[in-house]
């Protein structure tokens, strides 16, 4: 088997279709689609049952005994997996017909490095779909040591790469967290010995704002710290490996880039400035504490992660707070 394809679904019947469609109808043939349930409540079982019908030697179907989320689904697929490289596709997204026979044969010309990867394009609707893209070349391969820079521009997502089994045999997605691909694709990323980056078109990434993860950054929930988790598991596994120290310039950009993006999602929850000021300053009091104080590092290169405007925001607010602790500090040791 060439590709292993791992599907984690929960509740995207509406989508699902498109999804598996984009899937059967790989160019590259030699292709399995493991498709894991997460105890769906609406018809994606059943909609996955009538395509494990008609593409038995196709699709495998596995689903959890209880909702455990997409880390853990993802674990289901990759310990199931019989590939010589794997990749992973989100349910409610769609890939392009030639994307895994592009994406293999790079790997076949650079004499199978650890991870390919391939472009996202962003998508509300279905216009991509069915359609084949000229593949544009073989890919541009680096070693991440002697690259490390090269990392910071892949994207943080799992589901635009394919992996080389062996190389991933061990790895785990983090179980019960948010962006827990933030975690794979990076320790990934920054073990690597090989890494292809190609430029065809890929993988329709579907971006709906008040549905599923991007709904997230509009309204409050109680996973924003899990990012912490998140990226000390980044830490933790290019230890193991013992290359932390010659990247940890890189990593600590990657960790500060991620604690920013959640305080910029954190602006835009609906509670009130209070509140937003509050959980900001506790973000910044962790950060600091745990890497480095983000103000020090290069301001051009973080406001090209959220904006001027946003990261003066968050600044003000860390600033604004900091002051008021001064004044406090001063008052009770003139009393």
């Avoid at 984009?22 to 009538?50: G, H, P, W, Y």
């Avoid at 950009?253 to 993006?261: C, F």
């Avoid at 009091?285 to 890497?291: A, D, G, S």
Wanted: glycine share 4%; with cysteine.
């Amino acid at each position: 088997m060439k590709v292993s394809v791992i599907v984690p679904i929960y509740n995207e019947g509406e989508y699902l279709a498109n999804c598996l469609n984009s899937l059967v109808n790989q160019s590259l043939s030699d292709i399995e689609i493991i498709a894991v349930d997460d105890c769906s409540t609406d018809n994606s079982f059943k909609v996955l049952k009538e395509y494990e019908t008609k593409y038995p030697n196709k699709i495998r179907i596995f689903r959890n005994e209880k909702n455990c989320g997409v880390g853990y689904s993802r674990n289901v697929g990759l310990k199931n997996a019989k590939g010589t490289y794997i990749g992973f596709v989100d349910s409610d997204d769609y890939i392009s017909k030639n994307m895994y026979e592009d994406m293999y044969n790079a790997a076949l010309i650079n004499n199978y490095p650890d991870i390919v990867t391939t472009r996202i394009v962003f998508t509300n609707n279905d216009e991509y779909l069915n359609m084949k893209f000229q593949h544009m070349y073989n890919g541009y391969a680096y070693n991440p040591i002697e690259k490390p820079f090269k990392v910071l521009e892949e994207s943080p997502t799992v589901c635009n790469k394919i992996y080389l089994h062996s190389f991933i045999r061990k790895s785990q997605f983090l179980v019960g967290k948010r962006w827990e691909d933030v975690h794979f694709s990076y320790a990934s990323l920054f073990n690597a010995s090989k890494v292809v980056d190609t430029s065809s078109t890929g993988y329709f990434y579907r971006k709906i704002d008040n549905r599923g993860m991007h709904s997230l950054g509009y309204k409050p929930h109680n996973h924003l710290y899990d990012i912490f988790d998140i990226l000390d598991a980044i830490t933790t596994d290019t230890k193991k490996t013992g290359r932390y120290e010659k990247l940890q310039k890189e990593i600590l950009l990657v960790q500060i880039k991620y604690i920013l993006i959640r305080m910029y999602e954190v602006l835009n929850w609906k509670i009130s400035e209070e509140e937003k000021e509050k959980i900001i300053w506790q973000m910044h009091k962790i950060t600091k504490e745990k890497y480095i104080d983000w103000r020090t590092l290069n301001y051009e290169y973080l406001s090209s992660i959220i904006g001027i405007l946003d990261l003066e925001k968050i600044e003000n607010i860390i600033n604004k707070k900091e002051k008021l602790l001064s004044e406090n500090n001063t008052l009770n040791r003139g009393n």
